[in-house]
């Protein structure tokens, strides 16, 4: 027969201290490890077409990494080849800066794809950044789906 001793409120008390204490070394482990995110919350405010290409506009946050360049992309047939663009604006929504690295925190960006009489039927957005833990990050920022913009309900999505 097994006999279990009666548990004292010195014992709870040092079971209670265990406890948390593995548990915030788990959580200061496993946000030592997590990977760092550049940026994050992409959201596409706006597409307008142009002569010679379209104009892209978006929201994000920017995360405590530093940026290092991007490439735009158009996709067509299943197929990816550059396309030049140009910073139309790139702003902070805090008011901070007005170059291409940001601060963390919320940031609005705006260029000009220049596509000519190829429209592609999405336009690729990747970046390139440095982040603490991980080193460098080539990550996707956005995909724009062409015809779901220009041509398309661009009120129905953006609500």
Request: include cysteine; charge should be positive.
């Amino acid at each position: 027969m097994i006999h279990k001793k009666k548990k004292t409120l010195k014992s709870y008390i040092t079971d209670i201290v265990v406890m948390g204490t593995v548990s915030l070394l788990v959580f200061g482990f496993m946000s030592f490890i997590r990977p760092v995110s550049p940026f994050s919350d992409v959201k596409i405010v706006g597409v307008a077409e142009t002569r010679g290409g379209m104009i892209v506009s978006a929201t994000f946050v920017e995360g405590p990494c530093a940026f290092r360049a991007m490439s735009v992309y158009g996709e067509k047939d299943g197929s990816q080849s550059a396309v030049d663009w140009v910073a139309a604006d790139w702003v902070s929504l805090d008011g901070k800066s007005s170059t291409y690295d940001k601060t963390t925190g919320k940031q609005h960006l705006v260029i000009k794809v220049y596509t000519f009489d190829n429209k592609p039927e999405a336009v690729v957005l990747m970046t390139h950044y440095d982040c603490p833990k991980t080193g460098h990050v080539y990550k996707e920022f956005a995909r724009v789906v062409v015809n779901e913009y220009i041509g398309g309900d661009l009120l129905k999505r953006l609500q």
